[in-house]
């Protein structure tokens, strides 16, 4: 278990004149982040108890595929960043903004590569450049620099004295030449004071919106790179788990050979949710994870992991290896393996509509409403209660958002989504199966996480 202590930036852009060259200010605010881990646990350390057995067998299964889809992966370099930072500064310009605002975080990540403070000053890319800046208390402004952050320039940082008004230092930057009021967007993971501070001193405040929002939205090869072997890897490392399973068995158990499996091929889970038999009715859990595994349960996983800071989010709802494929009655007649068998295969039959709806210039409404009319049209509506998916990148759950309400959102060559249509019948099962998915130019679109389901026995 380790922490890392981090100074938190902003980020910020002016419109362009057309004599000069156009400028696009991003300022960092400082401030602290906290990042922690777990250490990795030495397989050959565990005793050879049952989950010392499974554990092991797991880890095994997974490392001997030789991991051949993390070859996908490679980290975003330098010139990445200056084009995200670049198109922000388009699309600031495209909405009439002077800057873009951001703390550390998610977003702050994607533009400078958290682990660091940035400002641009200026790189010619394009017609238009991104001229980032970090707004930082003087003392901490040597600090800043050491970051390292992906820009090709000394970083430009705006300072304060502790006993100044950082607002005001802002504001009073020959940035803004003679606007009265710059216009700044801040990102939604702004914290609400600072948004009030800026609003009060003297800057017109915008949420996070438009053009703006669209800029992560759209992915590059190299980002697919990572999310197809991020996603393709957490859904193999299911695989291989499920392939060890033994009776009784708890969640919690199961859990922690999860993560130990995918960290062992270099991923870092970040959440797992695992639920046996009627548990699973409950989409997102809730029970103490101390149930034990029986046969004739299903198994629903929903688990999600880090690679170069992409996200993977993907479900496998499956039988145990344990239970026999037929007949289905000795241990287990309170349970009707029929309807389950069927429901499995309707939500895949849902998934696969979905993936057909994926298309460029569909709106996100459509896409949903092509998975929820399959489930409807089986009598199963009212078990289907959430949205069919959502954007993914950096961030687990990004927009576009694929609900039946957001005829807003219109697919594009590039954009990221989960389809994840799931039927929950309460205090008996639920299935839900979750893969990942880019759009493209043509036709359907492609899956990023290692193939579908293709059946309960074959996750
Ligand atoms: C970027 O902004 C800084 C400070 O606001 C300014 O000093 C610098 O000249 C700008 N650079 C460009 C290329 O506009
Ligand atoms: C981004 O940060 C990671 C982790 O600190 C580092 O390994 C990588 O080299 C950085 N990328 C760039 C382009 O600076
Ligand atoms: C089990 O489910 C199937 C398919 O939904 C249904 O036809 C059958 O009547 C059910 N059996 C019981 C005992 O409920
Ligand atoms: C999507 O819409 C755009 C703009 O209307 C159009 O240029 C493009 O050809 C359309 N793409 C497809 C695949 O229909
Ligand atoms: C998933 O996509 C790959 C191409 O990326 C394709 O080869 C494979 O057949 C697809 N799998 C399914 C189940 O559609």
């Not at 893969?435 to 492609?446: C, H, K, P, Q, S």
């Amino acid at each position: 278990m380790g922490r890392k202590l981090l100074p938190l930036p902003a980020i910020s852009t002016s419109p362009p004149s057309k004599h000069r060259t156009p400028r696009y200010l991003i300022y960092f605010f400082l401030g602290l982040l906290f990042l922690t881990w777990n250490g990795i646990i030495d397989p050959s350390s565990v005793a050879l108890s049952s989950k010392g057995r499974f554990q092991k067998c797991s880890i095994d299964r997974y490392l001997s595929t030789g991991l051949p889809f993390l070859d996908t992966a490679h980290p975003p370099p330098l010139q990445e960043f200056i084009l995200r930072r670049n198109n922000l500064a388009q699309a600031l310009v495209d909405d009439g903004i002077d800057a873009f605002v951001v703390e550390p975080g998610y977003t702050f990540s994607y533009y400078a590569n958290t682990s660091q403070f940035d400002w641009e000053p200026w790189e010619e890319y394009g017609s238009i450049v991104a001229n980032t800046s970090f707004l930082v208390p003087h003392f901490e402004e040597i600090r800043a620099r050491l970051l390292n952050m992906p820009f090709i320039k000394p970083i430009s940082t705006m300072t304060y004295e502790e006993h100044w008004d950082p607002y005001t230092t802002l504001w009073e930057s020959l940035i803004w030449g003679d606007k009265l009021s710059p216009v700044l967007m801040v990102d939604e993971e702004m914290r609400d004071f600072i948004s009030r501070g800026l609003a009060n001193n003297g800057f017109t405040v915008l949420g996070l919106g438009g053009r703006v929002e669209e800029v992560h939205q759209i992915k590059t090869e190299r980002e697919i790179g990572i999310l197809r072997a991020v996603n393709t890897g957490t859904v193999e490392a299911i695989r291989a788990m499920r392939k060890c399973l033994y009776p009784d068995v708890t969640s919690n158990e199961v859990v922690e050979v999860l993560d130990n499996t995918l960290r062992a091929g270099g991923l870092t889970p970040f959440f797992n949710i695992v639920e046996f038999g009627r548990q699973a009715a409950l989409p997102h859990g809730g029970h103490d994870g101390t149930t034990k595994l029986q046969s004739g349960d299903f198994i629903l996983i929903d688990v999600g992991a880090h690679l170069y800071g992409y996200s993977s989010d993907v479900t496998r709802t499956f039988f145990p290896p344990f239970f026999p494929r037929s007949p289905f009655t000795p241990q287990t007649p309170r349970k009707n393996i029929t309807e389950q068998i069927s429901v499995w295969h309707l939500v895949l039959s849902a998934q696969s509509a979905s993936v057909k709806a994926m298309v460029p210039n569909a709106t996100a409404a459509s896409v949903d409403i092509a998975a929820r009319n399959v489930i409807a049209a089986a009598g199963y509506g009212d078990q289907f209660a959430h949205r069919l998916g959502h954007g993914i990148g950096i961030k687990a759950h990004e927009s576009p958002y694929l609900n039946k309400g957001n005829y807003v959102s219109v697919l594009k060559p590039g954009m990221m989504f989960t389809s994840e249509p799931g039927v929950y019948v309460l205090e008996e099962f639920g299935v839900r199966h979750e893969d990942v998915l880019v759009v493209r130019e043509e036709g359907e679109a492609e899956n990023l996480s290692g193939g579908f389901a293709e059946g309960p026995w074959d996750p």
